[in-house]
């Protein structure tokens, strides 16, 4: 038969070419790994190394990374009432008490100006489409009945605004935000609610105060996508070539990645060995 018959689609040919150039590589690698070693510490790119900074001094460095808050001090004193467990709990949750949260939240995080004319019970309404005739504004069973879909979730681009219920069978308000992308508008939001006199529970608000004051490392990853917020003494990851472009002139990009290769902490490049049979 002939042997093309067998090889429809070219895999065998294909996998000859790939084995004799990859072969002989794999071979010279084997004969003095010590070698490839030295090669792979020497010219692997930074970009594609994994790493950490401390956050102070890559602030220093790069300082467009910092985060620019409006009112930091009310912020900050914001997560330290959620640290300490100092926030309002509620006998019952009810929509009108939900949406007087939710208003605050969504205008603060959407830029919308307030109005004084429309109350939080229409505000809602409005922006999330949901008719309430139906409902006993007032009333613990109605508001189950309503958050049924949602359970009170604001659902603000990927931030989570929840009316949360306890062990004790008592409510709170909570938020939780599980990526770095949207830290800063998450925050603002926060220190509004605090400002109106609606404090709430702030999940990570430990690890938010360590981003804030610049206790923690960020991280160097080959590739972030989504950008989550860390739980560990790294509180989010960059990427060395793309996050740089934050940076417009060119010189003083150069200047910064340079400077931060130098201040970083690597992690060693794995290393080969050779395996004796």
């Given at each position: 038969?002939?042997?093309?018959?067998?090889?429809?689609?070219?895999?065998?040919?294909?996998?000859?070419?790939?084995a004799?150039?990859?072969?002989?590589?794999?071979?010279?690698?084997?004969?003095?790994?010590?070698?490839?070693?030295?090669?792979i510490?020497?010219?692997?790119?930074?970009?594609?190394?994994?790493?950490?900074?401390?956050?102070?001094?890559?602030?220093?460095?790069?300082?467009?990374?910092?985060l620019?808050?409006?009112?930091?001090?009310?912020?900050?004193?914001?997560?330290?009432?959620?640290?300490?467990?100092?926030?309002?709990?509620?006998?019952?949750?009810?929509?009108?008490?939900?949406?007087?949260?939710?208003r605050?939240?969504?205008?603060?995080?959407?830029?919308?100006?307030?109005?004084?004319?429309?109350?939080?019970?229409?505000?809602?309404q409005?922006?999330?489409?949901?008719n309430?005739?139906?409902?006993?504004?007032?009333?613990?069973?109605?508001?189950?009945?309503?958050?049924?879909?949602?359970?009170?979730?604001?659902?603000?681009?990927?931030?989570?605004?929840?009316?949360?219920?306890?062990?004790?069978?008592?409510?709170?308000i909570?938020?939780?935000?599980?990526?770095?992308?949207?830290?800063?508008?998450?925050?603002?939001?926060?220190?509004?609610?605090?400002?109106?006199?609606?404090?709430?529970?702030?999940?990570?608000?430990?690890?938010?105060?360590?981003?804030?004051?610049?206790?923690?490392?960020?991280?160097?990853?080959?590739?972030?996508?989504?950008?989550?917020?860390?739980?560990?003494?790294?509180?989010?990851?960059?990427?060395?070539?793309?996050?740089?472009?934050?940076?417009?002139?060119?010189?003083?990009?150069?200047?910064?990645?340079?400077?931060?290769?130098?201040?970083?902490?690597?992690?060693?490049?794995?290393?080969?060995?050779?395996?004796?049979?």
């Amino acid at each position: 038969m002939d042997e093309s018959a067998n090889d429809f689609f070219g895999y065998t040919k294909a996998y000859q070419k790939f084995a004799d150039k990859v072969l002989p590589i794999i071979d010279s690698i084997y004969a003095n790994p010590e070698a490839y070693n030295a090669y792979i510490n020497r010219y692997v790119p930074y970009a594609l190394r994994e790493g950490k900074i401390h956050r102070s001094i890559l602030n220093q460095i790069v300082p467009e990374f910092k985060l620019g808050l409006k009112n930091a001090a009310k912020t900050i004193e914001a997560l330290q009432r959620s640290v300490a467990e100092d926030y309002p709990t509620f006998d019952k949750m009810t929509i009108r008490t939900f949406c007087q949260y939710f208003r605050a939240a969504d205008e603060q995080f959407h830029h919308i100006t307030h109005d004084s004319g429309q109350t939080d019970v229409e505000y809602y309404q409005k922006h999330k489409w949901h008719n309430l005739d139906e409902f006993d504004l007032d009333s613990k069973a109605d508001f189950k009945k309503f958050a049924v879909d949602h359970y009170g979730e604001l659902g603000l681009s990927r931030c989570n605004v929840h009316a949360y219920k306890r062990d004790d069978n008592k409510w709170e308000i909570s938020i939780g935000l599980g990526y770095y992308h949207n830290l800063v508008r998450v925050l603002e939001m926060i220190t509004a609610c605090y400002e109106m006199g609606l404090p709430m529970k702030i999940w990570n608000a430990d690890k938010l105060l360590e981003i804030i004051e610049e206790r923690d490392y960020v991280g160097f990853a080959i590739s972030t996508f989504h950008q989550r917020l860390g739980n560990g003494e790294i509180g989010n990851d960059i990427e060395l070539d793309d996050d740089l472009l934050i940076i417009e002139d060119s010189k003083r990009r150069r200047a910064a990645q340079r400077a931060i290769i130098q201040a970083a902490e690597w992690s060693p490049l794995e290393q080969v060995h050779r395996v004796n049979s």
